[in-house]
């Protein structure tokens, strides 16, 4: 997994083993394991004072008598680790403000091309799908096709978006949106303002009058992930002219060093809020330094893992599924619904990752093949309704009519057949062990 901490991870893992092989732990092999971990937290761009704090505490403790006359040192240690980590990023997930005297305002600010505008959308359909009527509001009047971008999000995230063209100030807008939603019964409204490419007076001045004019509840910086240690700087500089509520970081999805996650809330103060994780709209997930502890020390993340399937698959199917599998009724048909199911829950490479023992290192250049899950789909497809029900009909003649209507081969068929038959045999026996089955419980043939 080269996404979200996937270098980190795996030189953690490495500085790990040090305390693992061993029975015992003297103060030296503290000291040494110790210096690799600092050498990978520096390596992933984390702030330097953060890291020199967190080993000063990890060590600390790491060499207690309990630690090192323990029957585990090794994994004491590691859970030090996890609970210093968890401690760093925040402890527990910062929710949002609301307003006791509605609309709620949440003012969006950032650099340009941090993904301010999409990751407006994503926060609003976040909450709409949580019960909320956002609001979105048009404040960027300077870049080329801001508002048509916001309209184009709004819309693909089915919020309505608030415009007044681009010859008013942004701080005249602000106002009229706010005044919208209030006479329009929308409960909270989002204030999507104009960026720059640095930090500039006349940027933060705007922002300023902005936040005076409309009193935000919450002001979220969304900052670039792939910036690291200048995450950091760009947290602060926005911090200290505006006095944020939170951060959204985002492009963690792509090969993100950690240096922000670890750095921000230590060195401003302000918790991460939100993190996206993909261009996606529904690609947004709340920030829980526990989970993402755990993610970073290569234990999985079983909790969003959960979630994401809960999101992709109801009560209903995974009873319907689990019967079919006692009964050994399981179709092709059925089998196209759970490779569709998968892909809903997102970024596949990520789901990977949130697997515990996932093994980090091997992951790196392993990525789950899309093209072959579209030719899976492409196959069953050019089935007929009894084909899929029952493949024991499908003979060599069928074989090549499938073959020619999904622009695939003999071979590929036979393939996905014999995959689908061994699928079933695996599936009679789990049907024996549990009652409840998940959808990622199952082998898919990729």
């Known amino acids: 997994m080269a996404g979200m901490f996937g270098t980190l991870a795996e030189k953690l893992s490495n500085a790990f083993k040090r305390f693992r092989s061993k029975g015992k732990l003297i103060e030296a092999d503290v000291k040494e394991g110790m210096r690799e971990v600092k050498l990978a937290l520096l390596e992933a761009d984390v702030n330097f004072k953060v890291v020199k704090e967190f080993i000063k505490a ?105 415009t007044m063209g681009t010859k008013l100030s942004p701080i005249e807008i602000a106002k009229a949106g706010v005044e919208h939603a209030r006479k329009n019964g929308l409960d909270t409204v989002f204030i999507d303002t104009a960026g720059r490419l640095h930090v500039d007076e006349e940027l933060m001045a705007e922002l300023a009058g902005i936040k005076a004019a409309v009193n935000p509840t919450e002001i979220l910086l969304v900052v670039d992930a792939m910036l690291g240690q200048d995450a950091v700087n760009v947290a602060t500089s926005f911090n200290d002219l505006l006095d944020i509520t939170g951060v959204v970081l985002t492009k963690m999805d792509g090969d993100t060093r950690g240096g922000a996650a670890l750095s921000i809330r230590h060195v401003t103060g302000k918790p991460i809020k939100f993190v996206g994780t993909g261009e996606k709209l529904d690609a947004l997930e709340v920030f829980h330094p526990d989970r993402m502890a755990s993610r970073i020390l290569g234990m999985g993340d079983v909790l969003s893992l959960i979630e994401k399937a809960e999101q992709a698959y109801d009560e209903k199917q995974a009873l319907e599924l689990e019967k079919k599998m006692r009964e050994q009724t399981f179709s092709l048909e059925d089998f196209l619904e759970q490779l569709r199911s998968l892909r809903k829950m997102g970024n596949l490479d990520q789901i990977i990752g949130m697997l515990p023992g996932a093994n980090v290192g091997a992951l790196k250049n392993a990525q789950v093949d899309e093209a072959q899950m579209k030719r899976i789909e492409a196959i069953i497809l050019s089935m007929t309704k009894k084909e899929r029900l029952h493949p024991e009909v499908i003979n060599g003649s069928r074989r090549k009519r499938i073959a020619a209507g999904s622009g695939t081969s003999v071979e590929d068929i036979n393939k996905l057949l014999k995959q689908f038959d061994q699928m079933k045999k695996m599936m009679k026996q789990l049907s024996g062990m549990g009652k409840r089955r998940m959808p990622f419980g199952m082998k898919m043939p990729f």
């Open 58 to 162: 990890v060590s600390e403790r790491a060499v207690g008598q309990q630690v090192l006359e323990s029957l585990m040192p090794g994994q004491q240690v590691v859970k030090i680790v996890h609970e210093e980590l968890i401690k760093l990023m925040g402890t527990e997930a910062a929710k949002l403000e609301v307003s006791p005297k509605l609309p709620t305002v949440i003012m969006m600010v950032g650099l340009q091309g941090a993904g301010k505008t999409t990751h407006t959308a994503k926060l609003a359909m976040h909450l709409k799908s949580k019960g909320k009527h956002p609001l979105l509001v048009a404040c960027d009047v300077y870049r080329p096709a801001a508002v048509d971008q916001l309209k184009i999000v709004g819309e693909a995230a089915g919020v309505p978006v608030f």
